[in-house]
Every structure is written in C-alpha cells, then in structure tokens.
C-alpha cells in the first residue's frame, strides 16, 4: 500500500517553516524521505528506523510515530534551494520494499 | 564517479519495439531497485534484487517486463512490446541492506532512463 502524504502543495516565503506528513495503513520499519527538483533524480535527505535510530540532512528533521504509523518532515527556516517535490517511502520490515507516496510539492518564495 | 549510473539517459522507441536498459549500482551496494516514474507521481515500485536473487516483482507488471542482475552486479531491464503506456522515466536505486544490525538503509538513485514510445 502506497503511503499517503499531506499536504499535496505548500507554497512558502523564504525564512517560514512547513511540516510534510506521511501516513501508512501498514506497520512500518522505516521511513525515508526524499527530495526531487524537475528533471532530476530523488535525493536522499533523512531516514528513520524503528526504536528511534535516524539519519539525516543538517537542516531538516523528522519524526516517527511508530504506533500511529505516521511520520513528519520539518523544514525550518526554507530556503530557495528546499523547492521541490518531497516524497515519503517506508519499508514495513527490514528486508522490506521501499514504497514512495504520490509527493508533496513545496515551492518557496522570496 | 561512484554514484547510480543508468544507460541510456534517454530513449525514444516506436511501439512494438523491445528496448532494455542498464544499472550500474553503487558499488558493494547489494540491494538494488528498479521504480517508474511519470510525472505528478512518486516513484512506483517495480522489482528489487538482493545480490542476484529477484525478491519481489510488482504484480502491476505485465509479462513483458523482465529484469535480471547476474553476479549480483549490474542490473537490466527489458520491456518487450513496448506501448504508449509505458512512457516514463525508469530510476534505479541501489542500498546496503546488512544481515544485522542496522537493516535498510537509505537508498541513492539513478539519473534514470526517458523512455519515450511513439
């Protein structure tokens, strides 16, 4: 089952923040987001396991609810640069596939 | 360059044709996917390999997908009769999935394969 991610768009101002979500209807291993601009490649920026373990971007943080099977991606402080398209994959075991949501795009703006 | 490398960037092939593309993981990376993307939507999963053993194959993907990873080292996938519909951006991904300890790690992708049927 493909993850949901809400919201579908979010446009902001340079300098304000923007909570990215993702939820899924099966029990998760692990949560990996990833960041892609137009024509380009998915690019890692944080995964997290479950027991609390995570790695990740400097600038962008994350949380994991495993009993909720939910997890957040917190953008602070977005920059031009953090425009893209955000998605979520999550893993329901450890051998597991990673399955992408739809995305969610972000724009911001100066 | 260590990164995923996919061949060709772009391909453009007239329905009915047979094409085949090819991953170059990360190297060491035994882990190894192949997602389909179209625009608007998030990459779809179609097959991964552990080593050279196929673990799982979407069962959205018809008979005329076929992928292979012999040695455990590169990957292809072949799409025989191509069709319209199958027009996308083809992305492989490679990760280190350990036996112990700390289990699917994070996944680094191609550039990935255009596909365009005409």
């Known amino acids: 089952q493909q993850p949901v991610q809400s919201p579908q768009a979010v446009i902001l101002r340079e300098g304000e923040d923007a909570v990215i979500n993702c939820s899924s209807s099966k029990a998760l291993y692990s949560v990996h987001w990833y960041r892609q601009k137009h024509g380009e490649a998915p690019v890692f920026l944080m995964i997290l396991l479950k027991g609390g373990e995570q790695k990740g971007h400097e600038k962008i943080s994350a949380s994991f609810n495993e009993k909720k099977q939910q997890s957040s991606l917190y953008l602070t402080a977005s920059q031009l640069s953090y425009s893209g398209t955000y998605f979520c994959?999550?893993?329901?075991?450890?051998?597991?596939?990673?399955?992408f949501g739809t995305g969610t795009k972000l724009q911001v703006i100066p | 360059d260590t990164g995923v490398s996919q061949d060709p960037r772009h391909k453009i092939t007239k329905r009915g044709q047979n094409v085949t593309f090819r991953c170059d993981p990360i190297s060491e990376h035994n882990r190894l996917y192949w997602y389909r993307q179209t625009l608007g939507q998030g990459p779809e999963f179609l097959t991964y390999?552990?080593?050279?053993?196929?673990?799982?194959k979407s069962r959205l993907l018809s008979d005329r997908f076929s992928a292979e990873r012999p040695k455990g080292s590169f990957s292809t996938l072949e799409i025989q009769r191509t069709e319209q519909g199958d027009s996308a951006m083809y992305l492989c991904a490679s990760s280190v999935t350990q036996m112990t300890g700390r289990m699917n790690t994070e996944a680094f992708f191609g550039q990935g394969t255009r596909l365009t049927v005409v």
């Open positions: 390999f552990q080593n050279e053993a196929q673990l799982e």
């Open positions: 994959g999550t893993a329901s075991g450890g051998y597991q596939k990673v399955t």
